[in-house]
């Protein structure tokens, strides 16, 4: 990839972050090839860093006067700054890597949404007492049209595409390289 991205400044106050940023884009373009599974599980590791970093920025802040400080809240904005840059950067080439099976990853989540609301349909039928004590004497009845074997038998077939889906994305994501 011999373009380089340019992102939008980080951080107003810090005249620098464009030559950071453009360094930074630079360092990785030289690092070593990953597959997008491996990129997937370096993103989960820099957001979680990012997250602790954060973290950093909103207790170090503030101390007692006299009170050892461990860090520097200045130092701890610019490493969130490059972290950022950094999850930003692998980001954007997972997301142009897996431009070939949008698709899938989009039919995937809908599957999964579908799944999820089909387990919640109403399955009662037959005569079912007052449950709100209205003194009704007699049962309602309750019919339905999809029985909960049927709800059950349907959300086995999504699960089932589901899963093909989702192997056929481990695969691409284990042979695509970024």
């Known amino acids: 990839m011999s373009d380089i991205i340019q992102f939008p400044p980080l951080s107003y106050t810090d005249p620098t972050r464009k030559n950071m940023q453009t360094k930074k884009i630079n360092n990785m ?19 979680a860093e990012l997250n602790e970093l954060y973290s950093l920025v909103c207790t ?35 997301h142009l890597a897996n431009a070939p099976v949008y698709g899938l990853i989009f039919m995937l989540s809908e599957l999964k949404n579908k799944a999820n609301y089909y387990k ?19 049962p309602d009845v309750y019919e339905v049209e999809f029985n909960v074997k049927q709800i059950k038998d349907l959300v086995k077939g999504i699960e089932v595409s589901i899963n093909e ?14």
């Not at 373009?29 to 957001?47: D, G, P």
């Open 29 to 47: 373009e030289e690092n070593k090839k990953i597959s997008v599974k491996q990129a997937l599980k370096l993103k989960n590791v820099l957001t």
């Open 60 to 94: 170090s802040n503030s101390s007692i006067i006299g009170n050892v400080k461990h860090y520097v809240e200045s130092e701890v904005m610019l490493q969130v700054d490059s972290k950022l840059l950094e999850l930003v950067e692998l980001k954007t080439k997972i």
């Open 120 to 138: 919640r349909i109403c399955t009662t039928e037959g005569k079912q007492n007052d449950h709100y004590g209205n003194g009704n004497s007699e």
């Open 165 to 178: 889906i989702q192997e056929e994305l481990d695969t691409f994501n284990a042979i695509t390289i970024i």
